[in-house]
């Protein structure tokens, strides 16, 4: 079955939203590597920790929402989307951050809309139409133009390629997730899918950091770096993940693949205030082009309706 959706104002409005708090993530782990001895793992805890109360939360406010009966199959694919989005995905994303810039980060991993399109085109036989080809061409142009000169061959930070690796392979498992997502949600509804998906990979990340600490849990790991496990927590996860699903559901995954592509935009901006790395005029015209292809895709289905 096709995956068509009507693109709506509100639908693109909150997948720009949440990409743009999604591409906080990454100026936010950066900056508590630079700022705190800490590990990627530990950090990740951290996020998913403080994210937990919230989703909870919502799970009890919504548990008296229309009911939908999934079978055993359904259950282990939400749970098994759930690990490979935000616990398997997250744990590649920061150990990668180790070792490269937050702006090399985001041109990797944004490279996942590609894979969301090849999954749904050859896994699901969904078509691509002119409008998504050419925008994502437009957009990735963008991007690609946005990171010229980001490359300096002569000082490579040492496990550079690793980091690039490893968020090579984030990339991909984020776009699984997403086109998994777009699945599911119509089934159980975006708030639901995404309260059960997360509540998984907490489960997940949990388990595996207490595993590699002998199930020993550090409080003064909390009472030390909250401030940074509350940003991550709520800036770069709540707030984004339910955005993102509300978004898929309006108007499909491979719509929120290409608009969400404005995260390596927001990523520089932030990183030049924050991280104090410098805005080039590449970077400018790669924004450009960036905001010219999501505009397009909204300005022709407002001529379509």
């Given at each position: 079955?096709?995956?068509?959706?009507?693109?709506?104002?509100s639908?693109?409005?909150?997948?720009?939203?949440?990409?743009?708090?999604?591409?906080?993530?990454a100026?936010?782990?950066?900056?508590?590597?630079?700022?705190?001895?800490?590990?990627?793992?530990?950090?990740?805890?951290?996020?998913?920790?403080?994210a937990?109360?919230?989703?909870?939360?919502?799970?009890?406010?919504?548990?008296?929402?229309?009911?939908?009966?999934?079978?055993?199959?359904?259950?282990?694919?939400?749970?098994?989307?759930?690990?490979?989005?935000y616990?398997?995905?997250?744990?590649l994303?920061?150990?990668?951050?180790?070792?490269?810039?937050?702006?090399?980060?985001?041109?990797?991993?944004?490279?996942?809309?590609?894979?969301v399109?090849?999954?749904n085109?050859?896994v699901?036989k969904?078509?691509?139409?002119?409008?998504?080809?050419?925008?994502l061409?437009?957009?990735?142009?963008?991007?690609?133009?946005?990171?010229?000169?980001?490359?300096?061959?002569?000082?490579?930070?040492?496990?550079h390629?690793?980091?690039?690796?490893l968020?090579?392979?984030?990339?991909i498992?984020?776009?699984?997730?997403?086109?998994?997502?777009?699945?599911?949600?119509?089934?159980?509804?975006?708030?639901?899918?995404?309260?059960?998906?997360?509540?998984?990979a907490?489960?997940?990340?949990?388990?595996?950091?207490?595993?590699?600490?002998n199930?020993?849990?550090?409080?003064?790991?909390?009472?030390?770096?909250?401030?940074?496990?509350?940003?991550?927590?709520?800036?770069?996860?709540?707030?984004?993940?339910f955005?993102?699903?509300a978004?898929?559901?309006?108007?499909?995954?491979?719509?929120?693949?290409?608009?969400?592509?404005?995260?390596?935009?927001?990523?520089?901006?932030?990183?030049?205030?924050?991280?104090g790395?410098?805005?080039?005029?590449?970077?400018?015209?790669g924004?450009?082009?960036?905001?010219?292809?999501i505009?397009?895709?909204g300005?022709k289905?407002?001529?379509?309706?």
């Amino acid at each position: 079955m096709n995956e068509k959706r009507h693109l709506t104002t509100s639908g693109i409005l909150l997948t720009f939203a949440g990409a743009v708090l999604f591409s906080t993530k990454a100026v936010i782990v950066k900056k508590a590597f630079h700022d705190i001895h800490i590990d990627a793992l530990t950090l990740l805890m951290l996020r998913m920790l403080f994210a937990l109360p919230f989703y909870v939360a919502v799970a009890v406010w919504t548990k008296d929402e229309r009911q939908v009966s999934l079978t055993r199959k359904q259950w282990l694919q939400l749970i098994g989307l759930g690990l490979m989005g935000y616990y398997l995905s997250s744990y590649l994303d920061f150990e990668g951050l180790q070792y490269i810039s937050a702006g090399l980060e985001r041109l990797i991993l944004y490279l996942y809309p590609t894979f969301v399109v090849l999954i749904n085109f050859f896994v699901f036989k969904q078509s691509l139409n002119r409008i998504q080809k050419f925008a994502l061409a437009l957009t990735y142009s963008g991007i690609m133009l946005a990171y010229v000169g980001e490359f300096d061959w002569n000082n490579l930070q040492e496990g550079h390629l690793l980091g690039a690796f490893l968020v090579f392979l984030c990339a991909i498992t984020f776009a699984v997730y997403i086109v998994g997502s777009g699945k599911m949600i119509p089934v159980l509804g975006a708030t639901r899918f995404t309260v059960y998906a997360m509540l998984s990979a907490i489960g997940g990340i949990l388990l595996h950091y207490m595993i590699q600490n002998n199930f020993h849990f550090s409080v003064q790991a909390v009472e030390d770096y909250w401030e940074y496990g509350l940003l991550l927590a709520v800036v770069a996860t709540v707030l984004p993940t339910f955005l993102t699903s509300a978004g898929v559901k309006r108007i499909g995954s491979n719509n929120v693949a290409i608009i969400s592509s404005i995260g390596p935009v927001s990523t520089i901006i932030q990183a030049h205030f924050i991280l104090g790395e410098k805005i080039t005029a590449a970077q400018v015209a790669g924004t450009v082009l960036v905001i010219t292809g999501i505009l397009l895709i909204g300005l022709k289905q407002e001529k379509a309706k």
